[in-house]
């Protein structure tokens, strides 16, 4: 595998960090971007494996930190589900002027949810799959709920998620409320997989069937059984990535 740390630029100017890996022959089957969940980054040990087993399979990866994350410029008290979705577009942009434009949008967790909306503004895109994605956007306010009632009285408030304090505004709550995601996904004129553990305590794995239901054919449903939401557990991660790999084959053969 070689992999490449790279920058592009956002619609606002911003210099977002990334990281590319290809094949060993870098002559890869199709190329696919990877959008982490809500407060991750692109290192994450689940998004890193779940990368090796693509590019393994001969697919090339772009991940990377959405504004204000990780390595990338912004300030995250400035970003919201809309810019997360322009962020997508800027990266498979850079892909397309750079090497080829992605066949394949991968997402985990809410990040699932923004490569559903970013998909409809990416042609190229053949294959879509989420990863524990919540049904709506809106599902997220439930981790801030500690700070809801001071961003609705005051504009915005410190919420303390996965560990760490982050500044959410107002504009975030509004922008999730407004996003129709039924809608969205019986637009989604690529073929779909869904990913998701019964046992995810985080976004319910009715959540799954919502989506799935939403969605036209093609479609398929892949069950984790016995993972958690983030991961962890390397098995778990390693089969994600080797099953998209698999299911998406038949959408980027040339």
Request: hydrophobic content about 40%.
């Amino acid at each position: 595998m070689i992999s490449k740390k790279i920058k592009f630029t956002n619609s606002q100017g911003h210099e977002l960090a990334a990281r590319i890996e290809l094949p060993e022959n870098e002559l890869p089957k199709g190329f696919a971007l990877f959008a982490h969940c809500f407060t991750c980054n692109k290192n994450l040990t689940a998004v890193r494996n779940i990368g090796k087993a693509l590019t393994n399979s001969g697919i090339a990866v772009l991940r990377f930190d959405f504004t204000g994350l990780g390595e990338s410029e912004g300030d995250f008290e400035n970003t919201n589900f809309s810019s997360n979705i322009d962020d997508l577009i800027s990266a498979a942009k850079f892909l397309e002027e750079n090497y080829t434009a992605p066949d394949i949008i991968i997402g985990h967790s809410l990040g699932g949810a923004a490569v559903v909306f970013a998909t409809q503004h990416i042609p190229s895109i053949k294959a879509v799959a989420t990863i524990g994605a919540p049904s709506n956007p809106k599902h997220v306010s439930k981790l801030l709920k500690s700070g809801i009632d001071e961003i609705n009285k005051n504009g915005e408030a410190i919420v303390l998620i996965g560990g760490r304090e982050f500044k959410i505004q107002q504009h975030f709550l509004d922008d999730i409320n407004e996003k129709n995601m039924d809608k969205t996904l019986k637009k989604l004129n690529s073929a779909l997989l869904v990913l998701h553990s019964p046992q995810d305590t985080t976004v319910g794995i009715e959540n799954a069937a919502q989506i799935y239901q939403s969605a036209w054919h093609p479609k398929s449903f892949i069950s984790l059984d016995g993972a958690d939401h983030l991961l962890t557990n390397k098995e778990d991660s390693v089969y994600v990535g080797k099953m998209i790999a698999n299911w998406s084959e038949r959408y980027i053969k040339n």
